[in-house]
């Protein structure tokens, strides 16, 4: 077997391994479906723990390893990250939005439980990821300025300058011929950001150092690792979707480009992320390898 697919099954196995863990704290910070309002706690428990990849979640414990730090640190803020995640899926799927009836191979939440609770179970699971952010000195040990300053960067990066502001900018370009340039912006902020801010956020709490992480070397490298990737796995994603006709009149690379373009762009980004990590030596190998796995994921 050659060394990449080496370790693209190394990458495959820590994605599955930490996942798990992922899903169990999960298990432990989503309020009870027996508790009041039981709705609404089944949306948010149905949105969250429906079977998803738990990607950022895992990025995030990988950048705390990669700082040397036990990737157990990393675990809260992984479960609040997914929940981040979660919310911007349920909101996507919305008739105002994609209109999707389908999410990870169930009814969407507004499908399974009306449009009224997906709304709110999206708006509940955003501030309980800051809720438990706000926990992460009392649960995991980490500082209090490390988890202030996390709290900013997913603040930021799920906002308007960010995911939230990606999406909108998705919106205004549904039906309408957009340029690269647009593109790319909808592509970084819609999903670069919340993946950078993994990367990023899982390697402050490593250091922690408090606002300081953020001016450590290895936590810039991580950062422009993240930007190349969560454009790369975005044009993936699209030409994963190319089939579906309901997902047509999206803005996409593959459809911009074509598909052949829109592979090479996403092969170009990906080698823009390996070298990104090179800063950061061996510790940074994982990472390359979850790279080249996410590349070259199949649907
Ligand atoms: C603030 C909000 C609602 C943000 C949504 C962010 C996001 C990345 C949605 C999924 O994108 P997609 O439509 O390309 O993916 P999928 O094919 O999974 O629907
Ligand atoms: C940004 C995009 C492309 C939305 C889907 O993200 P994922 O592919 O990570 O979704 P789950 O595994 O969490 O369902």
Redesign the pocket.
């Known amino acids: 077997m050659d060394e990449h697919r080496q370790g693209t099954r190394r990458a495959g196995a820590y994605l599955a391994r930490w996942a798990a863990q992922v899903e169990a704290e999960l298990e432990r910070l989503l309020p009870a479906e027996s508790e009041p309002p039981q709705v609404l706690h089944r949306a948010m428990r149905y949105a969250t723990l429906s079977p998803?990849?738990?990607?950022?979640a895992v990025l995030a414990v990988a950048a705390c390893e990669a700082v040397g730090a036990d990737g157990d640190r990393a675990l809260a803020l992984g479960a609040a990250i997914e929940m981040i995640?979660a919310y911007s899926?349920v909101h996507d799927d919305l008739p105002a939005m994609d209109d999707d009836d389908w999410r990870?191979g169930r009814p969407s939440c507004h499908r399974a439980f009306g449009e009224g609770i997906a709304i709110l179970a999206g708006d509940a699971l955003q501030t309980l990821a800051f809720e438990v952010l706000s926990q992460l000195p009392a649960r995991a040990g980490i500082q209090p300025a490390t988890a202030v300053a996390v709290s900013a960067v997913l603040a930021r990066a799920a906002g308007s300058r960010g995911m939230a502001g990606g999406q909108a900018a998705d919106l205004a370009a549904v039906g309408r011929a957009v340029d690269a340039a647009t593109l790319s912006f909808i592509h970084r902020h819609?999903?670069g950001a919340l993946i950078r801010a993994s990367l990023v956020s899982g390697a402050l709490v490593g250091l922690d150092e408090g606002e300081a992480g953020l001016r450590h070397p290895a936590v810039e490298a991580l950062g422009r690792f993240g930007e190349s990737l969560g454009v790369a796995?975005?044009i993936v994603?699209d030409l994963l979707d190319a089939g579906d006709e309901r997902k047509a009149h999206e803005a996409s690379y593959a459809r911009l480009l074509g598909a052949e373009r829109a592979v090479q762009e996403a092969d170009r980004l990906t080698q823009e992320a390996l070298a990104a990590l090179q800063a950061l030596g061996p510790s940074g190998e994982l990472l390359g390898d979850m790279a080249r796995l996410l590349r070259h994921r199949e649907a």
């Open positions: 998803g990849k738990r990607l950022r995640h899926l990870r819609k999903t796995f975005q994603d």
